[in-house]
C-alpha cells in the first residue's frame, strides 16, 4: 500500500460527459501529480501541483483540468469526454516539489475510465 | 529533451531462468535520476529502486539487481530465478535534476510473463 489513494476505481460514463477523478496524497506529501497511462500512448504526464499551486504541466488537454486544495487532496477534471479518454489515470505523491533523490514517487492504485 | 526507451515489448521465460529487461535512456542532463517500477496484473505501479546519475555502483536486491552504464546510457534490470509472481509490466523512468522538467518520462514498458 503506496499510502495514496484514489477514487473512484472505476467509471464509466459516456462520450460528452464529464467525470472528477479523486486523489488524496500521502501524509505529509506536498505534490501530487497525475498520469494517464493509455494503451497507444502509453505513461503520460499531465499535470503536477506543490502546496496548493501548479508546478508544471504535461501533454494534458485543454478539456482536462486539475486542482490542488487546501488539505492537498486533487482533483482531476474531464469534460467533453471522447472515447479516446478511456484509460487509466495514476495519481503520485511526493514530500518535495521535484523527482529527485529524495523525492521518489509513490503511486496511487489508479482509477480506470471507460468512455462508451 | 528526455527519453526512455524499452526496446523489448514482451519477454516470456519459465520459472527459475533468469531475465533480463533492457532500458537506454537519453538525456542532456548531466544529473538524473533512473527508476524502475512494476505494474502487475492489478494494475498499481510498484516503485522498485532509484539511481542517481552520479552512482553507477550495481545494485542487488534479493533475486533483483540493476546493471547501470552512463557510457552506454543504460539502466538494465535483471531477474534472478524467475518466478510465476514476477509476471507484470516493468517501466523504466528518467527524470532530471535540471529545468523545468519536474515529473518522470516513462518507456513504454516490457510486460514479462513467466510460465511455471
Known amino acids: 500500500d503506496s499510502g495514496v489513494t484514489q477514487t473512484p476505481k472505476h467509471l464509466i460514463t459516456a462520450t460528452g460527459q464529464r467525470v472528477t477523478l479523486r486523489c488524496s496524497p500521502r501524509?505529509?506529501?506536498?505534490?501530487v501529480y497525475w498520469y494517464q497511462q493509455s494503451l497507444d500512448q502509453g505513461l503520460q504526464f499531465l499535470i503536477q501541483?506543490?502546496?496548493?499551486?501548479?508546478?508544471a504541466k504535461g501533454n494534458i488537454l485543454e478539456r482536462f483540468s486539475a486542482q490542488q486544495f487546501p488539505d492537498l487532496h486533487s482533483e482531476l477534471n474531464l469534460s467533453s469526454l471522447e472515447l479516446g479518454d478511456s484509460a487509466l489515470y495514476f495519481c503520485a505523491s511526493s514530500v518535495v516539489p521535484r523527482v529527485s533523490n529524495t523525492g521518489e514517487l509513490f503511486f496511487g492504485e489508479g482509477s480506470r475510465l471507460t468512455v462508451l | 529533451a528526455q527519453k526512455v526507451t524499452q526496446a523489448q515489448t514482451e519477454i516470456s521465460v519459465v520459472e527459475k531462468e533468469d531475465v533480463t529487461l533492457d532500458c537506454v535512456y537519453e538525456t542532456r542532463d548531466t544529473t538524473y535520476y533512473l527508476f524502475w517500477y512494476k505494474q502487475p496484473p492489478s494494475g498499481e505501479l510498484v516503485f522498485l529502486i532509484r539511481?542517481?546519475?552520479?552512482?553507477?555502483q550495481n545494485e542487488i536486491s534479493g533475486r533483483y539487481s540493476w546493471n547501470f552504464q552512463k557510457s552506454t546510457s543504460s539502466f538494465n534490470f535483471t531477474i534472478t530465478a524467475s518466478q510465476v509472481v514476477d509476471s507484470a509490466v516493468y517501466f523504466c523512468a528518467l527524470s532530471e535534476a535540471s529545468g523545468s522538467a519536474r515529473q518522470l518520462t516513462f518507456g513504454s514498458g516490457t510486460q514479462l510473463t513467466v510460465l511455471p
Open positions: 539511481r542517481n546519475s552520479f552512482d553507477e
Open positions: 501541483y506543490y502546496n496548493g499551486e501548479e508546478r
Open positions: 501524509s505529509g506529501d506536498l505534490s
